[in-house]
């Protein structure tokens, strides 16, 4: 019987083999995993010096454990991906609306890294998977997001062929009082990785720039909707309340925020949103509601009764400091609740859950008209 041959190099050939991927995906890992912990070894040393911790030592403790929960998960994922057969589905997917979702979900990391963001976002729909989708938005973020970067993403319509294209532009900001953090020099190469493995798998092709100066990425969407689909058909018909006669009304282009915990609720504004070409963002609690009206304000609040309560009504506060006029719907299950703004309920007016497919067009209609 032959002897195995050893895969190995010899030690005496006297050539160097090329790098093996996976020793340069653990390289990649090791090297963004150092700064973090190191920076947490040093806040430890300090405790147990000092027996105290300073707030700002505090905050780069928590700052250094998401980083290094950012690397174990992008870790684990990508060795899924990689090993795993991924049975994918097709669905109609609103990618502006799953872009501000994974803009809102990076918040804190975005905050963290000193990135000042700016973004302009079109209604487009893809057909996709969503999970794998959430996977590449996520990933492209964690690599373009550097930190004291500016970070310019458009979401836009190509003309030949009709693609959507996705771009990120992020360059050095001017000013040089953004924080410096420990593993700010970090590559980010494993959510490169993660990002070419999964947009590989969702057959997204990929662009992409890099200089001492700037970076740049573009993903192209193949599978882009031409045309939205009209609204599930469903009984509007009530006279001067109908769809056809507020329908044609409805400002286009108008971003709608829906803080609910009711799937029911959702699934009634959907399709009436997409129809008319507004922009439907829903969360489920006040606290998510903040951090959304943070990133970018909403043209209409629409909330669910069921959810008022300090966290609501700080987050109405804070829409009407920034803008007196900003108009506001309450959903509620009071059988003769109809009713107008006034002065003495704040601006906010009222519709039962029972009237809204009867209602909620012409509602929408002159509430958005008053804000445009």
């Not at 589905?89 to 990391?109: T, Y």
Request: proline letters at 7%.
């Amino acid at each position: 019987m032959e002897p195995v041959k050893s895969s190995a190099p010899s030690a005496n050939s006297g050539a160097t083999p090329p790098p093996r991927p996976e020793y340069l995906l653990a390289g990649s890992i090791g090297a963004e995993l150092s700064g973090p912990l190191l920076e947490m070894e040093h806040i430890v040393q300090q405790l147990l010096t000092t027996g105290k911790l300073s707030r700002p030592q505090v905050n780069a403790l928590m700052s250094s454990l998401s980083t290094a929960r950012r690397i174990a998960a992008q870790s684990q994922l990508l060795d899924h991906l990689a090993h795993n057969p991924i049975r994918q589905s097709h669905e109609h997917v609103a990618l502006d609306a799953r872009l501000r979702q994974a803009l809102a979900d990076n918040a804190g990391m975005l905050q963290s890294r000193a990135v000042d963001l700016v973004h302009r976002l079109q209604a487009v729909e893809v057909i996709l998977d969503p999970s794998l989708l959430e996977t590449v938005l996520h990933a492209a973020l964690s690599w373009m997001a550097r930190p004291g970067y500016r970070l310019s993403i458009s979401l836009e319509m190509q003309s030949m062929p009709e693609h959507a294209l996705l771009i990120f532009k992020a360059r050095p900001t001017v000013s040089d009082s953004n924080p410096e953090l420990p593993h700010a020099s970090a590559p980010y190469r494993l959510s490169w990785w993660l990002l070419v493995e999964a947009a590989g798998l969702a057959q997204i092709p990929i662009q992409h720039t890099e200089s001492a100066q700037s970076l740049g990425l573009t993903l192209e969407f193949r599978r882009t909707v031409k045309h939205l689909e009209k609204a599930n058909p469903i009984d509007l018909s009530g006279g001067a309340d109908s769809w056809a006669s507020s329908h044609s009304k409805l400002p286009t282009g108008q971003r709608l925020l829906l803080l609910t915990a009711d799937t029911g609720l959702v699934d009634i504004m959907v399709p009436l949103c997409r129809s008319s070409h507004l922009i439907l963002d829903h969360v489920s609690s006040p606290e998510q509601a903040r951090t959304r009206c943070e990133i970018e304000r909403p043209h209409l609040l629409i909330f669910d009764h069921r959810l008022n309560g300090v966290g609501l009504e700080s987050v109405r506060r804070e829409l009407l400091a920034a803008d007196p006029q900003i108009p506001m719907l309450e959903v509620t299950d009071d059988q003769h609740s109809l009713s107008m703004a006034s002065w003495v309920d704040d601006a906010i007016e009222r519709v039962n859950r029972d009237q809204l497919t009867s209602k909620l067009p012409s509602l929408l209609a002159r509430l958005l008209s008053k804000s445009s």
